[in-house]
């Protein structure tokens, strides 16, 4: 089956600082996803975006279908972005989500 | 905007015993899934159903089935529970026929606790 990779499993970063999370997938997709999973285990949609670049205030991402990744940009991080996010994609038409392992975000005040 | 509905939110069960999750997915959404979380795991899918229809199955245990209604809520039916079982339980919806962009929306998820 498809494999999900993100990097880096964790992070730590001061508040006010930027950072790049990367997810890796080996195959096509027909669906990418980030999510924000908080402290109290809720998983918040962040973008749907199997291909191209959104943004949405601090966060912005970019997807290169074509070569099998997807990145997260988080901007002058605030405490309240620390949490898990998740990586997910969807092989096919309203198929189920793999996930990646994860990147474990800690913002320090 | 109507998110998904999980109930309950919190569930402590003994082994052996079984418990039944509901999720309620957003109005006019067709397609629901089941994911466990495990601590300290990514999300696993265990089922999906369309239209009622079983239409994909992951990880899910035998002891474990699950169904979709005429109403389109789905029911996570979960026997012989182990203490394995203790997780996080997602039920997230989307519409094939396609309300905007394809994606599937999660729900806050049920706690399960089995002592």
């Known amino acids: 089956g498809i494999q999900v990779e993100q990097s880096p499993p964790d992070l730590i970063l001061q508040e006010g600082a930027n950072s790049t999370l990367r997810c890796n997938f080996s195959d096509s997709v027909n669906n990418l996803q980030w999510f924000h999973q908080n402290p109290w285990g809720q998983l918040i949609n962040l973008f749907y975006?199997?291909?191209g670049t959104k943004q949405n205030g601090r966060l912005s991402a970019t997807t290169v279908a074509t070569e099998r990744y997807s990145l997260l940009y988080i901007s002058s991080s605030q405490t309240t972005d620390s949490g898990v996010y998740f990586c997910?994609?969807?092989?096919?038409?309203?198929?189920?989500?793999?996930f990646g392992p994860g990147t474990r975000l800690s913002v320090l005040p | 905007a109507a998110g998904v509905i999980q109930s309950p939110r919190h569930l402590i069960k003994e082994k052996r015993e079984t418990a039944t999750l509901k999720c309620y997915p957003i109005p006019r959404h067709d397609t629901v899934y089941w994911y466990q979380q495990g601590p300290g795991q990514d999300p696993q899918f265990l089922i999906s159903f369309y239209e009622k229809m079983q239409s994909d199955k992951g990880s899910i245990p035998d002891r474990f089935s699950a169904q979709q209604f005429s109403d389109y809520h789905s029911e996570l039916n979960m026997s012989s529970l182990e203490l394995g079982d203790s997780a996080l339980y997602f039920c997230a919806s989307s519409s094939v026929v396609g309300l905007g962009e394809e994606t599937q929306y999660f729900g806050p998820g049920t706690r399960l606790l089995v002592l």
């Open positions: 975006i199997p291909s």
């Open positions: 997910a994609v969807e092989i096919g038409y309203g198929q189920n989500f793999v």
